[in-house]
């Protein structure tokens, strides 16, 4: 008979330090080194967690937010950088895999930049980096959109694993997209808080949409969904205020978000973090998959793909294209209808001129 592997899952309840990236990526290696002494194999991270999440745009005016999305880009860091590197030599030295959100910046822009999970493998190789889809209301100030190339699901010794960033989780065909890859193992990276109303009113809910999310994507692909969010320090409060109380209030009173671990029956299997830092662990057995698909399976024999068709573009985008063959060859042509360039003869003034 098949066997179905089990491993422990830990999803990090955690706040950066804020544009500091040599610091948070410390942070995120001790993270990862508690967590693999904890016997964890699969570590997630927050959404941004290296290495700020952009909260000022929705508690400012665009006008007003100039110097922290100088600090974000100036913070942005690299999928061949230096500070990924570091990352993947920690999953490597453990053992473990890892999956990291993090402010992606690029070399073709100084002000580009994209909300990115990567995963790293347990050999230190990236497995995949995916670019959230499109940044979510506010954070449209701060975020590029990315693209279909990071819809994957990779295959691993402990399981299939997929993930999407924050609100992308309600993207109901996101979710399919990878579920039809027979996506087992999903990590779901959210913010700290998400301020969306004046003070005093009621606002959104993100634990309350956290969980409703994450237990509805568990429940509808039968499986393993790690939930890893991010925390909003005192210290980050304080930066981001700049001791204006009403923007404080506004921070302060947004709901915070939640951590935790849900079975393939949408419910939760680990304890929950919400008003302080650590980590959640969960033991997975992928065998609590199966019968689950036997009442509804999705991407089997509970849906007719006769009635319904759905077409992902994974081609990754880039500002320009250039076909140099085809410009070599163009070249080539127009010199050839110019024919050999006229030769130059001296004449008595010293000057040269063509024949």
């Known amino acids: 008979m098949k066997e179905y592997p089990k491993f422990k899952a830990a999803a990090c309840h955690a706040a950066p330090i804020y544009f500091d990236t040599p610091a948070t990526i410390d942070k995120a290696c001790d993270l990862i080194a508690e967590a693999a002494r904890n016997g964890a194999s699969l570590i997630a991270f927050p959404e941004a967690f290296v290495s700020a999440f952009p909260i000022w745009c929705g508690v400012w005016a665009p006008v007003e937010t100039h110097e922290f999305f100088f600090k974000l880009a100036s913070s942005a860091i690299t999928i061949n950088g230096p500070e990924v590197a570091q990352l993947r030599e920690a999953a490597r030295r453990h053992g473990v895999f890892v999956s990291m959100g993090i402010n992606e910046g690029t070399p073709v822009s100084m002000g580009c930049v994209w909300d990115t999970n990567i995963l790293i493998g347990d050999d230190g190789s990236i497995l995949n980096r995916h670019r959230k889809l499109i940044a979510t209301h506010w954070e449209k100030l701060a975020w590029a959109s990315g693209d279909g190339s990071g819809l994957r699901v990779v295959d691993t010794r402990i399981g299939r694993i997929g993930a999407l960033v924050c609100g992308e989780n309600t993207n109901a065909l996101a979710r399919f997209s990878l579920m039809a890859q027979g996506e087992n193992v999903h990590i779901s990276a959210y913010s700290p808080r998400w301020p969306t109303h004046p003070s005093g009113e009621v606002a959104y809910d993100l634990e309350a949409s956290i969980r409703l999310r994450a237990g509805a994507a568990a429940f509808e692909g039968k499986m393993f969904n790690i939930v890893a969010s ?90 320009v294209e250039f076909n140099d063959a085809e410009a070599e060859t163009e070249r080539a042509q127009f010199a050839a209808e110019l024919g050999p360039l006229p030769a130059l003869s001296r004449v008595p003034d010293g000057s040269d001129r063509l024949q």
């Open 230 to 319: 991010g925390f909003l320090p005192p210290e980050a409060i304080d930066m981001i205020s700049r001791n204006d109380p009403r923007v404080r209030r506004l921070m302060e009173e947004a709901s915070k978000s939640v951590s935790m671990i849900m079975g393939p029956d949408g419910m939760p299997i680990s304890d929950t973090l919400q008003d302080e830092e650590g980590i959640v662990y969960a033991d997975i057995d992928l065998a609590k998959c199966v019968v689950p698909k036997q009442f509804q399976d999705v991407v089997g024999y509970y849906n007719r793909f006769d009635v319904f068709e759905l077409k992902v573009n994974r081609r990754a985008l880039t500002p």
